[in-house]
């Protein structure tokens, strides 16, 4: 069965700081892996992107990672602000063709002063 | 580019009226929508695929005479919930893809649109 893992399934921090969300997947066939940031009441808006052959990617203080043999992946983000906290998916992609999606829960990130 | 819009954003209706919720595309072409339902602290859920000018194809579990949806052009997408009960409360979400152009297998997610009945 097709499924996406992530953990934890909350966080909170202090701003400034640094944190990681870790996404687990047991997809295939498996064509790309995103993460997305959903505020509070909104649509989820992604980040990155990964395909099968890539290790890292980046995108200001978001930084993904992607370990195909493992089936692990994970978002990093620097130096913390207020307006990071949301619900953060890791969403993996099984077809080509962008329509088979499989979401995680999310991880919930509470950033505070 | 790749904006996707939902009308209304948030609505209240009563039990056992109809709801009609909209979602356009607003500087792209979709050939396929989307639409997703999502309860409290869960993860989206496919509801149905629509492409335009065709029957949606809908996902196990999901009622299509409940949940009726309308591809009327390329660019809009209507979800009706009909005669709507309270365990229909959620968050509905749409995605589209593009006609063509680059990342055809993106999807673009709409700002959801949150329902209530009471």
């Known amino acids: 069965k097709n499924q996406v893992e992530q953990s934890p399934q909350s966080l909170i921090i202090l701003e400034g700081k640094n944190c990681t969300l870790q996404c687990n997947y047991t997809v295939s066939p498996f064509s790309n892996l995103r993460w997305y940031k959903q505020d509070t009441g909104r649509g989820p808006v992604s980040l990155t992107i990964?395909?099968?052959?890539?290790n890292t990617k980046s995108n200001g203080r978001y930084t993904a990672t992607l370990d195909a043999d493992t089936k692990q992946s994970s978002l990093h983000i620097t130096a913390s602000q207020l307006s990071d906290s949301a619900s953060y998916i890791c969403v993996v992609t099984s077809d080509q063709a962008g329509t088979a999606l499989i979401f995680g829960k999310g991880t919930t990130l509470s950033v505070s002063s | 580019g790749a904006v996707v819009s939902q009308h209304p954003s948030r609505v209240i209706c009563k039990s056992g009226t109809s709801v009609k919720i909209e979602c356009r595309s607003l500087?792209?072409?979709?050939?396929?929508m989307f639409w997703y339902r999502q309860f409290p602290k869960q993860s989206l859920m496919l509801m149905a695929t629509?492409?335009?000018?065709?029957?949606?194809?809908?996902e196990q579990g999901v009622e299509k005479d409940k949940f009726l949806i309308n591809h009327a052009s390329l660019t809009l997408s209507t979800l009706t919930v009909t005669s709507a009960h309270p365990e229909d409360s959620s968050f509905y979400i749409c995605?589209?893809?593009?006609?063509?152009?680059?990342?055809?297998?993106?999807?673009?997610f709409g700002p959801g649109t949150r329902l209530t009945v009471l």
């Open positions: 629509s492409n335009e000018g065709s029957k949606a194809t809908y």
């Open positions: 500087d792209f072409q979709a050939t396929t």
């Open positions: 990964m395909t099968f052959s890539e």
């Open positions: 995605s589209a893809k593009r006609l063509a152009g680059d990342r055809t297998d993106t999807q673009y």
